[in-house]
């Protein structure tokens, strides 16, 4: 019996991701083409462009997932320490390092950057109760900061994480805190 539409979409997305990790470790990824992504998952070329656009769209769109789903994860757990947002922010690249590692070589470090951008300028990110997350209403701040925080991130990978998540999150956090200081009390709505 075949699923709903919605689990064939979804298959045929993983489907198509696992096979670009796996092309990704035998060739540079400009020249992987759709007809050889697509043999590699088991899918068509009709099934890759009902899905998809380009294969840039399954990088970007899987960077968003994997950064929405750390905020979702910070938020059900309730965490408002910067700190608790920095660690768990080099847990889930730990966890995705080989994507991570790919997609940064691959050039997608500005999709990461206006991941993280887009969330510290949003209200979500006033949860963090210990630093004054307000001065991120000036964009070059929040530039400076998230750029940072992506050199830092792309170091870690190529120096083969030698630091624990936790060791990052550690001294990320200390800087965050140095450069925007502790946080502003908030008046209740």
């Avoid at 210990?130 to 830092?152: A, E, I, P, S």
Wanted: charged fraction near 30%; aromatic fraction near 12%.
């Amino acid at each position: 019996m075949r699923g709903t539409n919605e689990e064939q979409k979804r298959i045929t997305c993983e489907s198509l991701l696992s096979a670009l990790i796996e092309l990704w470790e035998t060739k540079p990824y400009d020249k992987i083409t759709v007809t050889e992504l697509a043999r590699k998952a088991g899918v068509s070329r009709m099934a890759f462009y009902r899905n998809y656009d380009s294969i840039d769209q399954i990088v970007v769109e899987h960077m968003r997932g994997l950064y929405q789903t750390y905020l979702d994860d910070l938020v059900r757990d309730g965490r408002t320490l910067y700190i608790d947002y920095s660690v768990r922010f080099f847990q889930y690249v730990a966890a995705n390092e080989r994507f991570m590692r790919k997609a940064l070589e691959a050039g997608f470090f500005e999709v990461l950057l206006e991941s993280i951008e887009d969330h510290i300028s949003s209200e979500e990110s006033w949860r963090v109760a210990d630093v004054d997350m307000t001065k991120f209403g000036d964009k070059q701040l929040r530039r400076f900061m998230t750029g940072g925080y992506l050199v830092v991130l792309a170091n870690w990978l190529e120096g083969g994480m030698a630091e624990t998540p936790e060791e990052m999150g550690e001294t990320t956090s200390a800087y965050v805190h140095t450069l925007l200081g502790p946080a502003i009390e908030r008046k209740p709505n």
